[in-house]
């Protein structure tokens, strides 16, 4: 515990066999729950917590499920339906099995995956057993290795005693980070970070693929956690639904860790594309959401004028084009006016919309 808060370390694995002892064996004395969440690896990652499991000699704190916590009287109809839906809502994530059989009170949990979720899945589950006991700030650290439990603390602290609702890890403004991140996932990430920034409205966030992170409990109770983003993408889906829930958000340094012994299992140049797509749809599902449905703000407008000005604006640069390139003649003034007004238009109506967004997610950056 920090301050009398319950903290958990949520731990996705796939065939981490070799690093998952490190893992647990380095994980500070404060967290009171590791929930292992077990990606049906082929290796014996599943066994080696286990082993972990029978061994522990840790203080028994019992932490009891708030699944039932309420009972039925004239005034809480609302909160026997959130309940009612909380109980059920178990059967839309990726089918799994709890190992343990005194959950409330063994402090490493494991979770066996029925079938394969990705790594965003397994992390959803691990949230969804955080949220059912009421865990005051979850972490998530990977299950290689890559994360140093010594910053695990400054990581949960901002939502334990700032009240912050998502804190993330940032290796970007580390001094070390051009020198010891791989120079293609260093490019990679720069770029996913950018499209991350007007995806989400979290203008300010610099390293948008780091997974150490922490989070509140009223942030998982914001956000649908069966509903996020399965694959790599997971991080990216995660900052746009946080930031449609109004959630605060901050980040702190930490340090690039690589070379520990991990195997990555990420494809850079197929995540990128499929990622960017993903950030692509989730822009508008933010701008239709945030600020059209719930609260209505002009940078809905602006931003869709933009386009489709943008779009108007491609038939005559067209026209332009094959003049100036194919005929090699002059385009008739018409077409150059309407282009320049057309394009010059949509331009300031992007840089207006932009402008709006940073100011309004302003108050969400700590």
């Known amino acids: 515990m920090i301050n009398n808060k319950t903290i958990a370390v949520v731990v996705p694995c796939y065939n981490e066999e070799t690093q998952i002892s490190m893992v647990l064996e380095t994980m500070p004395d404060f967290v009171d729950r590791i929930i292992v969440v077990n990606d049906t690896s082929t290796d014996r990652t599943a066994d080696i917590v286990k082993e972990h499991i029978a061994h522990d000699t840790s203080p028994k704190i019992t932490i009891p499920s708030i699944l039932n916590a309420e009972t039925p009287n004239r005034y809480n109809k609302a909160t026997m339906v959130l309940q009612e839906m909380q109980q059920k809502e178990i059967e839309r994530y990726t089918p799994s099995e709890v190992y343990n059989t005194h959950e409330d009170e063994d402090r490493i949990i494991l979770i066996n995956h029925i079938k394969n979720g990705g790594v965003g899945a397994a992390i959803a589950r691990g949230y969804k057993w955080t949220k059912d006991y009421g865990i005051d700030c979850t972490a998530v650290m990977a299950g290689d290795g890559q994360m140093d439990p010594a910053e695990l603390e400054s990581i949960c602290k901002p939502v334990i005693i700032e009240d912050i609702d998502y804190v993330k890890g940032n290796r970007l403004i580390h001094r070390s ?18 499209l991350t920034k007007l995806a989400s409205g979290y203008w300010h966030v610099s390293d948008t693929q780091t997974g150490y992170t922490a989070i509140s409990n009223k942030a998982l109770n914001a956000i649908r956690l069966f509903d996020i983003y399965k694959s790599y993408g997971m991080p990216n889906d995660m900052l746009v639904k946080l930031n449609i829930a109004m959630c605060t958000i901050k980040e702190v340094e930490i340090k690039p860790i690589y070379d520990v012994g991990e195997q990555s299992k990420m494809k850079i140049f197929k995540v990128i594309p499929r990622v960017s797509l993903l950030l692509f749809k989730l822009f508008f599902m933010r701008l239709w959401k945030k600020y059209l449905f719930r609260d209505f ?29 194919i005929t090699q003649t002059s385009a008739n003034p018409v077409t150059v006016l309407a282009f320049m007004f057309l394009f010059i238009s949509a331009f300031q109506s992007l840089l207006f919309a932009m402008w709006m967004d940073i100011q309004d997610n302003e108050r969400l950056y700590k």
């Open 177 to 194: 980070a051009l020198l010891v991140i791989p120079k293609v996932r260093y490019i990679g990430n720069s770029v996913l970070s950018i």
């Open 297 to 325: 703000h002009p940078l809905f407008l602006l931003y869709h004028i933009s386009f489709i000005l943008f779009f108007a604006a491609i038939p005559f640069g067209i026209k332009i084009f094959n003049h100036w390139l």
